[in-house]
Each structure stands twice: as structure tokens, then as C-alpha cells.
């Protein structure tokens, strides 16, 4: 099934739109438009992709529209893989990591479409007042990030006492760790 995945630049654009707002619906030529690709090569993908199981459609209006399929076994890790890719998270973190000495990066909330208590929970040694002027001069976001830093002993005393928020993020699967020198979490 992964060789069928990225054979094409109109499937990747599909795949990031799809994937990246996997609550919106959209008809062919409305996807033409945004993806500035040709009508034939966009048929051509939804049809691959729904064959595959990552796509549903139905018809409204006379118009057939196309929606991802949220139960697909691999949804959440394509999901993951586009957001490292297209978003460029890895270019965030790389960053971050340069703000200050970081054993544990997680990405939540903002950075993959839905709500959590923070967008980013970062574990180590970091400066402030850089990390926020990061965060409001050089990345665009509907809102602020929110982001919570804990130090690594903080950080490990609350894993081993079960503190509920450093589980609910630790353990949610949607969640990106893209730093991660703590080893087994």
C-alpha cells in the first residue's frame, strides 16, 4: 500500500489537503482550483486514494464531494508524516532546539489541528523570553501557541506519579515528540 502513497505530486497535494483539515469536504473542481492541478490527474488520485480506503464520498447538491476517511488504519500516522513534511515541524523544532538545551519536544494542539492544554510541551532548558519572541515573529498561527516548559527532573517526577496533563499528552498517538533524548517515554 506505501509504494501507491506517494506516487505523484497531485496525490501529495490531496494527501496534505485532506489530511492537514480532515474535517472539510470538497468537490473536483474545487480542488482543482486550490491545487492548481489538472481535473483528470485530481480524478484520477481520488479515485486511487479511495480505493485505498483513505477517502469517502457522497453526493450533495449534485456534486460528488470527497471527505477522509478518519478510520483508516493509517490515518494517523500519514497524518503525522504530513504534518512533519508540509508544515516543516521539523524546521519548528530544529529551531526551538537552538533556543536552549531541550531533552523532550512534543507538539500538540495547534500545530495538529485540534485542542489540547498546550501546543507545545518542552522539556529541558530553554529562555523564555526567546522562545515567545520565536513563537510570535516567526511562525503564523491563528492564535498565539500556548507552551508549557517543565525541567527534565520536573518532567520525569510527574511521568512516574501519573500527572494527568504530562499523560494526556505523552500518551496521546496524534501527538508529535520531535525531540525526544529521554529515551523510552
Known sequence: MLKHLFTSKARVKLLSLFLLQPDEEYYIRELTRKLDEQINSVRRELDNLKKMGLLKSKFKNRRKFYVVNKNFVLFYDLRNIIVKAVNSKDNISEKIKKLGNIDFLLMAGLFLDKDDAVDLLIVGEVNKSDLEKFL????????????????????????????????????????IVAINKLGEI
Open 136 to 175: 510570535n515573529e516567526q511562525l503564523e498561527t491563528k492564535r498565539p501557541v500556548k507552551f508549557s516548559i517543565l525541567s527534565t527532573k520536573d518532567f520525569m517526577y510527574r511521568l512516574k506519579c501519573n500527572d494527568r496533563f504530562v499523560n494526556l499528552l505523552v500518551k496521546d498517538k496524534r501527538n
